[in-house]
């Protein structure tokens, strides 16, 4: 069955310190990955996807078919970036599949 | 512009009765999603729309679920005799289209709760 993991409920971080959210799926086919963020009395909204290779607020996620992972990554964690994580698979052209999220906090 | 607008914000019911859920898209998208989302969990799918046609409603977890988009644009979710196990966050998003290229965007999602 098709899954997305994410392993941490919660992660906390200093200020400064690299940043690290897991991601693990399980799909038969070709993934396509994404991550959406939910900051604090805001609307869930795309983050990144996978297929553009893109870096979004210093963000970037790399697909490892091997490991069948979706780390999301960034190198120096600020403030702003306290919140709820995301990690998703679109099967398809239009269901998408969330994990149950990891929940960022950057201690000042 | 404006962005996805979903209605009421907060739904508090008793066991039994039955709930509306608005969801207005952005003007001109096409696609159109509802989630479900427990706490703690992550957004569940329940069912897609392209214009007015239901396309997937395998998510949607039993026949007292249902969902209508006549028009192509506004979407009701209906849950009828609710049951204390459907109190959730129902989100709804839209999309430029459904070939995969467009984003999705979200509603602020209507917290429901059954008392």
């Known amino acids: 069955a098709q899954r997305v993991t994410q392993p941490e409920k919660l992660l906390s971080v200093f200020k400064g310190a690299p940043v690290e959210l897991k991601c693990n799926y399980s799909y038969s086919g070709s993934p396509e990955l994404f991550w959406y963020v939910q900051y604090s009395r805001q609307r869930l909204q795309l983050l990144l996807r996978h297929i553009s290779r893109e870096s979004i607020k210093g963000f970037t996620a790399d697909l490892n078919k091997g490991e069948t992972s979706f780390h999301l990554k960034k190198p120096f964690a600020q403030e702003e970036d306290s919140a709820m994580y995301y990690c998703?698979?679109?099967?398809?052209?239009?269901?998408?599949?969330f994990g149950t999220g990891t929940r960022l906090k950057v201690l000042a | 512009g404006a962005g996805v607008s979903q209605s009421p914000r907060y739904k508090v019911t008793k066991r039994g009765q039955d709930v509306a859920l608005r969801c207005d898209p952005i003007s001109g998208h096409v696609s159109l999603y509802w989630y479900r989302q427990a706490l703690g969990q992550g957004p569940e799918f329940l069912t897609y729309f392209n214009y007015e046609a239901q396309q997937d409603k395998s998510g949607l977890p039993n026949d007292r679920f249902s969902a209508e988009r006549p028009e192509g644009s506004i979407s009701t979710l209906t849950i009828q005799r609710t049951e204390q196990r459907d109190s959730a966050m129902y989100r709804c998003?839209?999309?430029?289209?459904?070939?995969?290229?467009?984003?999705?965007?979200f509603g602020p999602g209507t917290r429901l709760t059954v008392t």
């Open positions: 998703a698979l679109r099967q398809g052209t239009y269901k998408y599949i």
């Open positions: 998003a839209s999309s430029l289209a459904g070939s995969g290229d467009y984003e999705q965007y």
